[in-house]
């Protein structure tokens, strides 16, 4: 018996055609007499490969429990991030595709969470707010205070973000990692 669309959800980790995928847009419909479908966009965990793909009432898709631990961030190799499992310490590899537009901002000793599938790291989930300095931006204009001015801002991590026109080089930024959006300085 497989998965009822309306048991899925955004989020959820689920197997299909015997992969791990990730459901990371969800929209149900349901029309006049017909059974209800759902149009989702799944991510796979493994290669981080994102595919559409519409079910219809009951497909063979089934659940699946990730079990989280607390982890931390290392170091950067090659093409892949070393984490740290805080509990049995622990070494896990994985590639820049899998984490996302969220690698932007890590930065060593960063503690997070981290997914797990049969002992096997598939997902990381880094905390929903991050503090990080500045390494380089332009100063700001005198006068150009018209309206919400922003410019770009180098972070020590690496990743480059707008900010208002008062911010400068060594000020320490809180960051929204689900957005990638300056949020206050610190």
Known sequence: MGLSVSEMHRGMAILYDGELYEIIEYEHSKRGRGGAIARTKLRHLKTGRVISTTFKGSEETESVFLESRSLQYLYKDGDAYIFMGNER?????????????????????LNMLGY???????????????????????????????SNVEKPATLKSGAVIKVPLFVREGDTLKVDTRSGKYVERV
């Open 116 to 146: 797990y599938y049969k002992d096997t790291l598939v997902k990381v989930e880094l905390p929903n707010f991050v503090e990080l300095k500045v390494v380089h931006t332009e100063p700001g204009v005198r006068g150009d205070t018209v």
């Open 89 to 109: 310490f622990d070494q896990f590899p994985l590639s820049k595709e899998i984490l996302g537009p969220q690698s932007m901002f890590m930065i060593e000793g």
